[in-house]
């Protein structure tokens, strides 16, 4: 089959022919129509988590993807053929920028009909980072001051309107030029970066999400309110701020989940929660869209079809 590829770390992406997936028994193949890229994507293939995570190669590229069921393992339950799934599968089964990808029925949940597979393609890790920083680890509830860094990115946009669902008071940050996409999802106060220290703008929050890291983190310990939480999906609070300003901080890497995915559907479907898409690209273009990721600059996702 056909997939996007690189061959070593650094290399650049290229179309190649490589081995279809191995059905498993409590696994489904799918014929892929749509993948998403992330930043993961490329800081794996700069090999900064070498240490962690030793890829071998060829490397089939990305992670979230949609299509249509062409295979099921024999110990597969809910999932039949010709259903139109979507996922971010585990490690193993990673490789969305392809023909073909295998994806384990505990993390595939139906595609939500009413949205293409481009679309659903573009919820997975983000919609799924986005659940698991609000509401597993921020234990998000009705009321509560939340403020969401890079509100225009592929997490922002989709913490923004999970946030308005749990009833929050949301603020973000974001350039001006994105201003108003992100009041259209909800947000309720919108801090230019470029222009002001949000630390100067919010105070005694009930809770942040960090996609950023670095020092947009340890400003963000000042504007929580005591037994207030900071969740991050970028760095570690190596500096013990937690403890200084009396909070909560959580570090994680996001996990693939069926049954968070499947609620993420729900309110897809119901129109509580739109996508936003930056750019499609052809397959045969994905070396370009990696480079589009390269800017930092996608407001929202950026889209590989495959068919």
């Known amino acids: ?23 498993q028994d409590s696994s489904v193949l799918i014929e892929v129509h749509a993948a998403s890229l992330n930043p993961i994507d490329n ?5 900064y988590l070498r240490q962690m995570l030793e890829l071998s190669f060829p490397h089939v590229k990305g992670y979230d993807v949609s299509g249509t069921v062409v295979e099921v393992g024999k110990d597969v339950r809910n999932v039949k053929l010709g259903d139109d799934v979507f996922a971010r599968p585990n490690q193993n089964d ?19 009909a009413n949205i293409s597979h481009e679309q659903a393609a573009s919820v997975p890790l983000a919609g799924l980072t986005a659940w698991q920083a609000l509401v597993t680890k921020g234990g998000i509830k009705k009321g509560d001051k939340v403020l969401i860094h890079a509100g225009s990115g592929g997490v922002g946009t989709f913490a ?25 999802l909800g947000a309720d106060l919108v801090i230019d970066y470029t222009s002001q220290k949000f630390e100067d703008v919010v105070s ?21 309110k005591k037994g207030g939480v900071l969740v991050s999906v ?30 993420l559907a729900k309110l ?5 929660v739109k996508t936003v898409i930056d750019s499609t690209f052809p397959m045969n273009r994905s070396a370009d869209a990696f480079d589009r990721l390269a800017t930092g600059r996608a407001k929202g996702k950026i889209v590989v079809s495959i068919k």
Do not use: C
């Open 1 to 23: 089959m056909k997939a996007a590829v690189y061959h070593d770390y650094a290399a650049p992406v290229e179309i190649a022919e490589v081995a279809k997936p191995v059905l």
């Open 43 to 47: 800081i794996l293939r700069a090999g």
């Open 94 to 112: 990673a490789g969305a920028i392809a023909e073909f990808a295998r994806l384990q029925e505990s993390e595939l949940a139906i595609k939500p």
């Open 160 to 184: 923004i309107q999970i946030a308005k669902h749990f009833g929050a008071f949301v603020a973000t940050t974001t350039s001006s030029k994105n201003a108003d996409m992100v009041k259209d």
């Open 204 to 224: 005694d929050y009930d809770l942040v999400i960090d996609t950023i890291g670095g020092d947009t983190l340890e400003r963000s310990f000042k504007v929580l």
């Open 234 to 263: 970028k760095s570690q609070d190596n500096d013990g701020l937690a403890e200084k300003y009396g909070v909560r901080f959580e570090w994680f890497f996001m996990w693939p989940d069926g049954e968070m995915l499947a609620e």
């Open 268 to 272: 897809i479907s119901d129109g509580t």
